[in-house]
């Protein structure tokens, strides 16, 4: 099984500023790699795919970029509705999930 | 658009077994998968299982197997995914996901999911 880990697993930052989330895979996961946002309450959104595509309707704010083992989501400039917990997800062989970074307001 | 309905929340006791539903709307149902992934109170997103719709090919996620099973119906376009022996650790939310793996020969992103369906187990 492909393990996935998040860091950090709590991130402050003021509304405006820059989030930089990281994402590692124990093996290669080539560019198969997503990332969702879920608010409380809520179901997971997709933000990411491709390790760096943009899903439909999602702010250029939201940035990913990597490839093989190390991945990072970026939010340019955070707005109150940003502050959530984020999600990797592989779907190089079959699927799993890291444990989640939350983005609180600092 | 593209919508999944989950069925109600949901109370059994341990060991009994629970059946949740997952109904498609919006699309084609049988050009995609769903995944099912479940989220224990305060806890991060499990995977759990996929089914194709399109010919019903299923793979589970190991630590389940033996207890979980899915299934589809094509008539209704509604996906179901049915949780045996019922452990207290088994409460979570449970959420199903379009995926559009409609075989097991590659992999990809989940979008939409539905609202999720709470499950609690307690005697």
């Known amino acids: 099984e492909i393990v996935m880990t998040q860091s950090p697993a709590t991130l402050s930052v003021s509304p405006g500023e820059r989030a930089t989330l990281s994402c590692r895979a124990s093996q290669s996961v080539s560019s198969n790699l997503a990332w969702y946002q879920q608010k409380p309450g809520q179901a997971p959104r997709l933000l990411i795919y491709g390790a760096s595509t943009r899903a439909t309707g999602i702010p250029a704010r939201f940035s990913g970029s990597g490839s093989g083992t190390e991945f990072t989501l970026t939010i340019s400039s955070l707005q109150s509705e940003d502050f959530a917990v984020y999600y990797c997800?592989?779907?190089?062989?079959?699927?799993?999930f890291g444990q989640g970074t939350k983005l609180e307001i600092k | 658009q593209v919508q999944l309905v989950q069925s109600g929340a949901e109370v059994k006791k341990p060991g009994a077994s629970v059946k949740v539903s997952c109904k498609a709307s919006?699309?084609?149902?049988?050009?995609?998968?769903i995944s099912w992934v479940r989220q224990a109170p305060g806890q991060g997103l499990e995977w759990m299982g996929w089914?194709?719709?399109?010919?019903?090919?299923?793979n589970y996620a190991q630590k389940l197997q033996g207890r979980v099973t899915m299934t589809t119906d094509t008539s209704t376009s509604t996906a179901y995914m049915e949780l045996r022996s019922l452990r207290s650790d088994d409460t979570a939310v449970y959420y199903c996901?379009?995926?559009?793996?409609?075989?097991?020969?590659?992999?990809?992103?989940?979008?939409?999911w539905g609202q999720g369906t709470l499950v609690t187990v307690s005697s």
């Open positions: 919006g699309y084609t149902f049988t050009s995609y998968g």
């Open positions: 089914i194709s719709a399109y010919n019903g090919n299923t």
């Open positions: 996901a379009r995926d559009l793996s409609w075989d097991s020969s590659s992999w990809y992103w989940f979008d939409p």
């Open positions: 997800q592989q779907y190089n062989n079959w699927y799993t």
